[in-house]
């Protein structure tokens, strides 16, 4: 339960990385400082729902299938 919940969180976390970069590049002045002062709440909601996906991941068999192959590796 631990390995696809930690890949879960870094799937999240590059694509805020990935998002925060681009719009670091795209955006200046007054819009990149509400971003920067915005990024930690948004990070903590996004990073809450995706602790919320994991039961529903689960429920459609997108995490047994990532535990199976993990399994596999050990052995």
Same mark, same amino acid.
């Given at each position: 339960?631990?390995?696809?919940?930690?890949?879960?969180?870094?799937?999240?976390?590059?694509?805020?990385?990935?998002?925060?970069?681009?719009?670091?590049?795209?955006?200046?002045?007054?819009?990149?400082?509400?971003?920067? #002062?915005?990024?930690?709440?948004?990070?903590?909601?996004l990073?809450?729902?995706?602790?919320?996906?994991?039961?529903?991941? #689960?429920?459609?068999g997108?995490? #047994?299938?990532?535990?199976?192959?993990?399994?596999?590796?050990? #052995?």
């Amino acid at each position: 339960m631990l390995i696809p919940l930690l890949i879960w969180a870094l799937i999240v976390s590059s694509a805020l990385i990935a998002f925060g970069m681009g719009a670091h590049a795209l955006l200046g002045g007054p819009l990149r400082e509400m971003l920067r #002062e915005r990024s930690r709440s948004v990070l903590l909601f996004l990073s809450s729902m995706s602790l919320l996906a994991v039961p529903f991941l #689960e429920q459609i068999g997108l995490l #047994e299938f990532s535990l199976s192959r993990v399994g596999q590796q050990e #052995e």
